[in-house]
């Protein structure tokens, strides 16, 4: 019998329709019904590709036993993180308070005004793992909720008191200078891995934007280093096994310090911002592969990842037949069935043994450059690379037969203004036109669909787009967008940055904390209201909104957009030196402001070889403190930068400015790239 989760649309939600526990969504209907029998609220927080989360699913939440003692004693709701971001941020919060850690699944008990006082991730069904096994923790909070309320509300005012306090720094106008980037590179130079890339030991996230600040670093000259750093981690990556070697595209962390052993979900946002990472580490170094990485990667989306509206979808799991992994990985037999006699050669270069490197099986991996395993093998490059290219393509071939993993197709607004500016950046860098349209039909169906009133929303799925959108969901298509215009020059895609952007600033800012709070006051009032200023897997809605409004600050003239970016820098500047792995897009909008930008301007026929070819110049090459407009004609757009710029001896014209100086404009892309330079 289906309980109520049965009219949602998330697949996570979905996944527990069928559960015998009497599952609510968040809502009206749940909070009233803990008020009108005093019951406490059990709140279960997750996600569709999570491991976890499947493993107490098919542990507790399937028990019959365990199902009764939640139905008795508390009113269960179950909430999709990535839906409910502010629910996700404020009770992760408070189990990290109880806890000291936290994690997905979460477990967290409420009173019936949504005071948390107890809370942890995973619960067994049986004590085990020095954990108390699920249904002696459930008689225990029952009990306690029961016969000690007064201690109940003395823990759950100490936890709220406490709760919001890094979203709550006092504002600061001191100056913001490049000494905060300096200090942040002292520090990822000291944690970083020079064995094998990275920060940390196991578990290995790719820490995308950290990585991207490296690339600045060195793109200003400070320091050499940087690059090594920025080149060991992505080299091991591509060839580890957190890469997709079969068909692109990155899983979620690494379980080991190697990079070799994936937790094998894939989600839309890791993609999106390592995709972007080595397009800008290909236009740094021209090195091949990082291009190849970025195309496989977004060819990846293109091909499993993009719904027929236009949406890209959010996650693929771990699991398929209730194992993990078991969809990617190989054996030695596996391949040969495929690749015939060319399997022992496709086998040795990607490490495939018969033992195998994860439970008996093999994640494909490369261990060695092309060349060395060539010349070892005594074969020519040039055939090495043919065999490894015809098996890629027949094993993928092969492994669609298999059993996929489960796909969320929830479109997420937030996540793909992400992707949005990843295809928009890839299809001027690397002249490819289907990476634009991919771009132009994402912001279209973003525009069109998940705007229905003037105001964003947060999720779509089945023909329904539903939930207020957040800080994050506003901050990323307006950054999106922005980068399509950049992308594309069609004034449209600016209009519509602009129209959100002020949106957001009227929903979303607030002056006593000198920034942006990650709700309106259109979503629900809970304990506290979320600020989250720490970059994370996904950079912040604040940081995004600091980056994206500092550049419309500089496109349009509008003074208020950047008195919003800078704000909310000089309050994090501190906090930017002393955690920089938490800070990362922040810390490259900072270096954006005080690196002076600089504003190019293109004038010239979209379709004449000149322009082109000055558009190439800009594109091709890392310069990430820089914006880009243009127009074919002279007066074509009221944009202050392209106010009195006009073609020059009738040739399609680039004009340079920075710190309210302008080079003498140009009509070569030699000269184009010297001033680009400078």
């Keep these: 019998m289906p309980n109520r989760l049965n009219a949602e649309t998330s697949p996570y939600l979905l996944q527990h329709a069928n559960n015998p526990v009497d599952w609510y969504p968040w809502g009206d ?23 976890w989360c499947h493993v107490m699913e098919r542990e507790s939440f399937e028990n019959e036993d365990i199902a009764k003692l939640m139905n008795d004693n508390f009113v269960s709701i179950k909430v999709d993180r990535e839906e409910r971001p502010d629910l996700d941020a404020v009770y992760m919060e408070a189990v990290q308070m109880l806890t000291g850690s936290g994690g997905w699944p979460m477990t967290v008990f409420l009173t019936p005004d949504g005071q948390p006082f107890y809370g942890g991730t995973y619960f067994p069904p049986i004590d085990r793992f020095n954990m108390p096994g699920f249904p002696r923790l459930l008689e ?19 936890i709220t008191s406490q709760m919001g306090r890094t979203g709550q720094m006092p504002v600061n106008d001191s100056p913001v200078t490049v000494d905060t980037l300096h200090e ?16 940390g030991n196991a578990p290995k996230f790719p820490q995308a934007m950290n990585l991207e600040v490296l690339l600045r670093y060195y793109r200003h000259g400070y320091n050499d280093r940087a690059l090594e750093m920025v080149n060991l981690t992505l080299e091991k990556m591509a060839r580890g096994g957190i890469y997709d070697q079969i068909a692109g595209g990155f899983a979620r962390y690494s379980v080991d310090a190697y990079w070799l052993v994936p937790h094998f979900e894939k989600m839309l946002y890791d993609n999106a911002l390592l995709a972007r990472l080595y397009l800008h580490a290909h236009q740094s170094t021209g090195r091949d592969m990082y291009r190849r990485i970025s195309e496989e990667t977004l060819d990846y989306i293109l091909r499993e990842m993009t719904g027929p509206e236009g949406g890209f979808y959010s996650a693929t799991d771990a699991d398929s037949e209730g194992e993990e992994g078991k969809f990617f990985v190989w054996t030695p037999s596996e391949i040969a069935a495929v690749l015939g006699e060319e399997a022992g050669i496709f086998s040795g270069f990607f490490g495939v043994t018969e033992k195998g490197n994860f439970e008996g099986s093999n994640i494909l991996n490369i261990s060695q450059k092309a060349s060395d395993y060539a010349t070892k093998n005594g074969i020519a490059l040039s055939r090495l690379v043919d065999i490894v290219q015809r098996g890629k393509q027949a094993l ?47 912001a279209n169906f973003l525009l069109e669909t998940m705007r229905p009133d003037g105001k964003l929303l947060r999720t779509y799925r089945v023909g329904q787009a539903r939930l207020p959108g957040y800080l994050e969901d506003y901050s990323f298509v307006a950054d999106g967008l922005l980068a399509l215009y950049e992308s594309t020059f069609d004034q449209k895609w600016l209009t519509e940055a602009t129209s959100i952007a002020d949106r957001m600033i009227e929903l979303f800012w607030n002056d006593d904390v000198g920034g942006f709070y990650d709700t309106s006051s259109e979503h629900d009032q809970l304990v506290i209201r979320p600020r989250d200023v720490l970059d994370n ?57 005080v690196s002076s930008p600089k504003e190019v301007v293109i004038i010239g026929p979209h379709n004449d070889p000149a322009t082109e070819a000055l558009l190439k110049t800009v594109n091709g090459n ?14 074509e757009y009221d944009l202050p930068l392209l106010e009195s710029r006009g073609m020059i001896d009738g040739k399609p014209t680039a004009y340079v400015c920075q710190n309210y100086t302008c080079q003498v404009p140009v009509t070569t892309p030699e000269e184009l790239a010297i001033q680009l330079e400078q």
């Design 184 to 199: 942040a590179y002292t520090t990822l130079a000291t944690n970083f891995d020079y064995q094998n890339g990275g920060t």
């Design 140 to 158: 225990s909070v029952a009990r306690s909720y029961q016969n000690s309320r007064e201690e109940i509300d003395r823990v759950t005012g100490q």
């Design 396 to 442: 993928l071939i092969e492994r669609e037969k298999r059993v996929h993993p489960l796909l969320d197709d929830k479109v997420l607004t937030s996540w793909n203004g992400m992707m949005l500016r990843s295809f928009a950046e890839a299809g001027a860098a690397l002249e490819r036109p289907d990476y634009l349209d991919a771009a132009i039909n994402n």
């Design 622 to 635: 890392f310069h990430p403190n820089k914006v880009l407009v243009g127009a074919e004609a002279p007066g």
């Design 537 to 593: 897997a996904q950079p912040c809605g604040g940081s995004v909104a600091t980056d994206m409004l500092l550049k419309l600050a500089v496109i349009t003239g509008n003074e208020n957009y950047r008195i919003k970016a800078v704000t909310p820098l000089r309050t994090l500047k501190d906090l930017m030196s002393r955690a920089p792995t938490g800070t990362g897009h922040w810390l490259a909008a900072l270096d954006f402001y």
């Design 29 to 51: 209907e749940a909070l009233q019904k803990a008020k009108d029998e005093d019951k406490p609220i059990l709140l279960s927080i997750g996600y569709s590709a999570c491991h």
